[in-house]
């Protein structure tokens, strides 16, 4: 008897947080299903994709920081032509597909791909008119103060949705707090917890080491070398090292330093699992999975909240929040200046390691994601 089989649309233009998490949910359901993966932004480097997966990269389009505008990411390819390859690639995946479950990350509380989207439904419903459609989002949505299509996301959802799943913990952040109409949402509502990667282990015998990163590194390079400067003054009064990570798709950034107490590293994402479950100390722009995974492996957690010329409110409100529970500390840009950094970086070294926050965070995002897609498509 052939595994039902399950398709995910995820679109990423600007860092990398939707594709991690949607890979980590892939591969977790390919355990129990056949999962077709449509990847719909920038190639990254050095990112391993679980063999289970069936991946399928469409032609590629991202977004620069300080544009409202799709680029496509291919010089050859203009926007209208990616999408117009993009809509074939989808329509003979579902064709030959004909899946049984439709999982669209983020979508429809972002409407970039929106044209995109409802054609992948309706090609999929025009396939297998039992397919169910999902909705898999992060713990914050975007739109404390209401947005001009919050009322065609609840029409959305209410009409073509069977489930939506809330990649959060509502004791820390429940939807309410980013997207206040959710009471009008009528079809299933389920906080999974949050999405890490299940192969990460607790390591009790960490190093000395302060670990900074940017992850997509699109933006960033300021806290990197702000780090790397300070780290000079660090590394005369305390034993740590300093471990730095370019962002994936970071192009500018020159290392500066070649001290032996200072080792950089390209993006390499499960490197960098490694080196941060060896840390004490994380240093990050406090996204999603960033956040998560130091949580998790116990690591002292610093955030850069740094001023991004589009809305950042998704990072605020959960830096905003986190901070409020002692979960992290954060510093701004004026803190990046020398002096200031050195002594944060030095209040972080001489303060007791983290314990564990496993026993306030729900880290089962993968798993209870499993479980409720069987209960969809099972009847589990």
């Known amino acids: 008897m052939s595994l039902p089989k399950v398709i995910i649309h995820c679109q990423y233009v600007y860092g990398l947080g939707h594709l991690v998490r949607a890979l980590h949910l892939a591969k977790g359901l390919a355990k129990y299903y056949n999962v077709y993966f449509l990847s719909g932004g920038e190639v990254v480097k050095n990112f391993d994709v679980d063999v289970s997966i069936h991946f399928i990269q469409l032609p590629g389009i991202y977004k620069k920081e300080e544009s409202t505008e799709m680029t496509s990411v291919s010089d050859e390819l203009s926007l209208s032509k990616c999408f117009e390859l993009?809509?074939?690639?989808?329509?003979?995946?579902?064709?030959?597909?004909?899946?049984?479950?439709?999982?669209?990350?983020?979508?429809?509380?972002?409407?970039?791909?929106?044209?995109?989207a409802i054609k992948l439904i309706n090609y999929a419903?025009?396939?297998?008119?039992?397919?169910k459609i999902v909705c898999s989002v992060r713990d914050v949505i975007e739109s404390t103060n209401g947005g001009v299509n919050d009322q065609k996301t609840i029409r959305t959802l209410n009409?073509?949705?069977?489930?939506?799943?809330?990649?959060?913990?509502?004791?820390?952040?429940?939807?309410?707090?980013?997207?206040?109409?959710?009471?009008e949402i009528i079809i299933?509502?389920?906080?999974?917890?949050?999405?890490?990667?299940?192969?990460?282990?607790?390591?009790?015998?960490?190093?000395?080491?302060?670990?900074?990163?940017?992850?997509?590194?699109?933006?960033?390079?300021?806290?990197?070398?702000?780090?790397?400067?300070?780290?000079?003054?660090?590394?005369?009064?305390?034993?740590?090292?300093?471990?730095?990570?370019?962002?994936?798709?970071n192009k500018s950034f020159v290392a500066t330093s070649r001290e032996n107490r200072v080792r950089y590293f390209d993006f390499q994402?499960?490197?960098?699992?490694?080196?941060?479950?060896?840390?004490?100390?994380?240093?990050?722009?406090?996204?999603?999975?960033?956040t998560m995974e130091s949580l998790y492996l116990g690591n002292k957690v610093v955030i850069y909240n740094r001023e991004f010329l589009g809305s950042n409110e998704e990072q605020n409100i959960r830096i905003s929040?986190?901070?409020?529970?002692?979960?992290?500390?954060?510093?701004?840009?004026?803190?990046?200046?020398?002096?200031?950094?050195?002594?944060?970086?030095?209040?972080?070294?001489?303060?007791?390691?983290?314990?564990?926050?496993?026993?306030m965070i729900d880290f089962g995002g993968v798993e209870n994601t499993v479980c409720q897609i069987k209960q969809l498509v099972d009847g589990e």
Do not use: C, W
Request: hydrophobic share 40%; proline share 2%; charged share 25%.
């Open 269 to 290: 994402r499960r490197e960098f699992l490694r080196q941060l479950s060896q840390s004490k100390i994380s240093i990050s722009l406090g996204g999603y999975n960033s």
């Open 321 to 359: 929040t986190f901070k409020s529970l002692g979960l992290i500390d954060v510093i701004s840009i004026e803190d990046l200046e020398v002096e200031n950094l050195a002594r944060v970086l030095m209040i972080q070294i001489n303060k007791e390691d983290r314990e564990r926050e496993n026993h």
């Open 86 to 116: 993009r809509d074939q690639m989808i329509r003979e995946t579902v064709r030959n597909v004909k899946p049984d479950v439709v999982i669209t990350e983020h979508f429809p509380f972002g409407f970039l791909f929106e044209k995109e």
């Open 188 to 249: 299933k509502l389920v906080y999974t917890g949050y999405v890490i990667e299940q192969s990460m282990r607790y390591n009790e015998r960490k190093s000395n080491n302060i670990l900074v990163s940017v992850a997509g590194g699109r933006v960033g390079n300021e806290l990197l070398n702000a780090v790397i400067e300070a780290f000079e003054v660090v590394k005369t009064k305390s034993t740590y090292n300093l471990i730095v990570f370019n962002g994936a798709f």
């Open 159 to 183: 009409e073509l949705y069977d489930l939506i799943l809330i990649h959060g913990d509502p004791k820390l952040i429940s939807v309410e707090t980013s997207f206040p109409l959710v009471k």
């Open 125 to 131: 419903k025009d396939a297998n008119s039992n397919t």
